[in-house]
């Protein structure tokens, strides 16, 4: 029985030797194959602000030709580090695929406004980044004018995504003047009327006061009629003809 025991534990050591052995071998031979292609993978919104070919060519400036390089030779973190550098990038995740794909899977930044300033003109971003403007795509969101840091610039920010994440809003105001005392003023798409919204204070709430006021005033037809509608106060809208 002691010398069955034995065998058994070596036949055991064996097998597991054989196993290491032959993952060894697969890792390093895995590790020398070359890059068999790129391919690039937006995710979130299909507005492609930046192309594929533009990822590539960041991809490439940093590895050279991938199809020459082995899998082994590519340092990952340095090319997601290039590419979340990008100012139309917010972050990519670079890996390679068990058949040798360089995948880069990108996610671009989302704008919420447009700011006009002088001869200067630009997005701000979900998160409240400057991002530039594209070549290959323009974002519907609310233009902005006057002077940004006059305000609360992550007030604002948390201002400027409301606006885009609410369906009726980003259909609704199309445009935001900052005045001089940081007060706003904000124009609608379909009427005349300009909206006096005053500070940045409580704007939740005079958002969900304008949208009653709307559609209430909508079922009236009495939009039309009105030269401004005053959200400065809280608890009620005031209507000027």
Known sequence: MKKI?????????????????????????????????????????NNLFIKTETVNKLLIENIGNP????????????LERKLDSNAMIDESDVFVSIDGVLKAVVKQKTPVARVV???????????????????????????????????DNEKITRLFRVIYEDDFLK??????????NASLKMFNRNYDYQIDFGSMMNFETKF???????????LD?????????????????????
């Open 208 to 218: 969900k006061n304008y949208k009653a006021f709307f559609q209430k005033a909508v």
């Open 5 to 45: 025991f034995n065998w058994t534990n070596i036949r055991l050591i064996l097998m597991l030797g054989l196993v290491v052995f032959l993952f060894s071998f697969t890792s390093k031979r895995n590790e020398k194959r070359k890059v068999a292609k790129i391919a690039v993978v937006f995710v979130g919104e």
């Open 67 to 78: 199809l020459a390089i082995g899998k082994d030779k590519l340092d990952l973190n340095k």
């Open 171 to 180: 259909k609704n105001i199309i445009a935001i003047q900052i005045m001089p």
């Open 221 to 241: 037809s009495t939009l039309y009629k009105y030269k401004k509608i005053d959200l400065r106060f809280t608890k009620q809208v005031v209507c000027t003809k």
């Open 117 to 151: 300033s002088g001869s200067e003109s630009f997005y701000v971003d979900y998160k409240g980044g400057k991002m530039p403007l594209s070549n290959n795509f323009t974002a519907r969101v609310p233009l902005v004018s006057g002077d940004l840091n006059r305000g």
